[in-house]
């Protein structure tokens, strides 16, 4: 039995897909079961980071735990909490997800998020794995109202590029992880296999459409101001900005070759961008029947 927090999310609902098509048993859990959408067999369990005894019910009788935390400085703790009652209740081994640049001084406070949950894991005393993937693909869908209305999608990180990754592949390295101990005592950081600056995801995502998608540079003072109106604290809105400022300077042009190393291959942008072309208002069909290289 494998037990998967975080499991309505990106990364969680994935693997929880990815193990059920291989036939394993998994648990979901989730702070409102009756919400969750899983493939058949999968169990659905109530579980809330504020409430560890339901954690510690969710996760009793598993052998393997997936661990996603809340981000943000509020919640720094959470991750050590969940992995320690992991470790209480007889799990034996736990994946963490982390992220690229954790620990990096040059991050600031936001590289620090992550480090309570990643020392647990590794202090935990059970096999533990870490991840630490660069920015999602999957973050571009954000632009999705703006490109099917024809407006410019956002961008503060300038010309600078990162090895975007399809968060499949992030799950999929989740997987072998939480399946073998051959990745016990690893820290991974995920990328994927090219550098993709915000106007090259843009190109990319314009080919998939038809029509250009053009880019426009926000101040760091105007979305700040959109950060906190929309409810972020202060800290957070910071740490989220220190991250746009790490990718601007070019601290993270990083591509690894982790992903191909464990799965035997890692998918481009273009690959993602072109399986989710009907979210951006593509024609699937004749992206599909062009066969054009993206």
Known sequence: MIVITGATGTIGSEIIRQLADRGVQVRAVTRDPGRAEVPAGVEVVRGDYTDLASIATAMTGADAAFVVGVLGPEYAEADRALITTAREVGIGRIVKLSAIGTGDVSLGRVGTWHLPGEQAARESGVDWTILRPSSFASNTLSWA????????????????????????????????ALLSAEHAGRVYTLTGPELRSTHDLAATLAAVVGHPVRVVDIPEAQAREHMLTAGMSAEFADGALAGQAYVRAGRNAIVTDDVRQILGRARTYAEWATDHASAFGADVTAVANSGQSL
């Open 145 to 176: 109202q703006a490109i099917r209305s024809g407006n410019p999608v956002p961008n503060m990180t300038g010309r600078a590029t990162q090895g975007f990754i399809d968060p499949r592949d992030v799950a999929a390295v989740a997987v072998e």
